[in-house]
């Protein structure tokens, strides 16, 4: 699987968008983006993947970069809830290559 | 609700004292694995199954054991626990198919004295 790189930590103000940003230059043709966020000491939450299109659901937008060297999560309006370790991953998504590699993600503080 | 329950949340325990955590899933997944935490290191798999009865080790498996009997239940077992053992572990499970996203239990806060 390709390596991820993500800044530590950001800030962003309740009820603006964050943005977290993404670094996979050795992404695969056949390797999707994951997003994964950790609340505290919770249990990892998925929150969207996607291959080259963006995506959205009812949590959050991802932006894949045409050359798919980067990624960008949106959060539209973030809440105070939304402070958590997000994780970005690369993998592929088929039978037999199961393992999810998490690196150290960013560290997102929402701000009253 | 579809949910991957751990159990217990916290245990204390002593060294060499064997001692099995739980976890089960209630959505049909064929796919389970286990993770343990640790400050600095992240997230680490340690034992993964693709079905019932077919395990296989993840990164760090050493000091531990899993079993596959049925689909819903996936035991962590630690024959004889040593305090490089503490850490925070987590169960998932998928589906295993394309594009599957993973549901993690809330974890289980394992400290070896």
């Known amino acids: 699987d390709a390596k991820t790189t993500q800044p530590p930590s950001m800030d962003c103000a309740e009820g603006r968008a964050a943005n977290l940003p993404c670094n996979h230059s050795?992404?695969?043709?056949?390797?999707?983006v994951y997003w994964y966020r950790q609340i505290h000491s919770q249990g990892p939450q998925y929150i969207i993947h996607g291959l080259k299109n963006n995506e959205t659901n009812e949590m959050a937008s991802l932006i894949i970069t045409e050359d798919r060297k980067s990624s960008t999560l949106i959060l539209p309006h973030a809440t105070l809830r939304d402070t958590a370790v997000y994780y970005c991953?690369?993998?592929?998504?088929?039978?037999?290559?199961?393992?999810?590699?998490f690196g150290q993600g960013t560290r997102l503080t929402i701000n009253p | 609700e579809a949910q991957v329950t751990q159990n217990p949340r916290y245990l204390i325990t002593v060294t060499g004292k064997k001692l099995t955590v739980t976890c089960s899933q209630n959505?049909?997944?064929?796919?389970m694995s286990w993770y343990r935490q640790d400050p600095g290191l992240g997230l680490r798999q340690i034992y993964y199954?693709?079905?019932?009865?077919?395990?296989d080790k993840g990164d760090v498996p050493e000091g531990y054991k899993v079993s596959r009997k049925e689909k819903r239940n996936f035991p962590l077992i630690l024959e004889s626990p040593s305090p490089n053992q503490t850490s925070l572990y987590f169960c998932?499970?998928?589906?295993?198919?394309?594009?599957?996203?993973?549901?993690f239990g809330s974890g289980t806060r394992l400290t070896v004295v």
């Open positions: 991953i690369v993998r592929f998504p088929w039978w037999g290559a199961q393992k999810l590699v």
């Open positions: 199954s693709m079905n019932v009865e077919v395990t």
């Open positions: 998932a499970s998928s589906l295993g198919s394309s594009g599957d996203g993973y549901t």
């Open positions: 050795t992404i695969s043709g056949n390797e999707y």
């Open positions: 959505m049909n997944h064929e796919y």
